[in-house]
């Protein structure tokens, strides 16, 4: 189960990495159909890039954070629950932070700080998985 979560915890921050992949890709592909004579507005769907960092952001990483939370609780990583708890949290944020840059563009900066940091913790607790002895389990004998 350590290797599962230690597993997890990289799929999540090279899924981020993926995910300024795809917004970098979406955002290069608009601006040369807009060189081309696109015209981006209300009706206008993105394109491969943005379906995919869409996708990524919220159904992939969404899962991987649920299953490093679910996987915590069996890996016996000293402070795994905590670390996938973390993960899951950015999670969550870098979502709500997501549907709130809608509203007020100004947030998207901290929906792109927050990706560091989810990336920086999932992999910090991926580490944890692979260096850390595993925590002893009590046990009790009769005497």
């Given at each position: ?66 299953l490093l939370l679910i996987s915590s609780f069996f890996a016996k990583v000293p402070g795994g629950i905590k670390w996938a708890l973390y993960v899951f949290g950015l999670v969550v944020l870098q979502i709500a ?47």
């Amino acid at each position: 189960m350590r290797a599962a979560y230690r597993v997890l915890g990289i799929l999540i921050a090279v899924s981020v990495v993926l995910q300024a992949m795809f917004i970098a890709l979406g955002w290069f592909i608009a601006l040369k159909d807009v060189d081309g004579g696109l015209v981006i507005d209300k009706n206008y769907d993105g394109n491969i890039g943005h379906t995919l960092h869409g996708q990524f952001g919220m159904m992939v990483i969404p899962i991987l954070a649920l299953l490093l939370l679910i996987s915590s609780f069996f890996a016996k990583v000293p402070g795994g629950i905590k670390w996938a708890l973390y993960v899951f949290g950015l999670v969550v944020l870098q979502i709500a932070l997501a549907f709130l840059s809608f509203a007020a563009p100004v947030v998207g900066l901290l929906h792109g700080l927050n990706a560091f940091a989810l990336a920086a913790v999932a992999s910090m607790a991926s580490r944890r998985a692979a260096g850390a002895p595993a925590v002893a389990t009590a046990t009790t004998s009769t005497v």
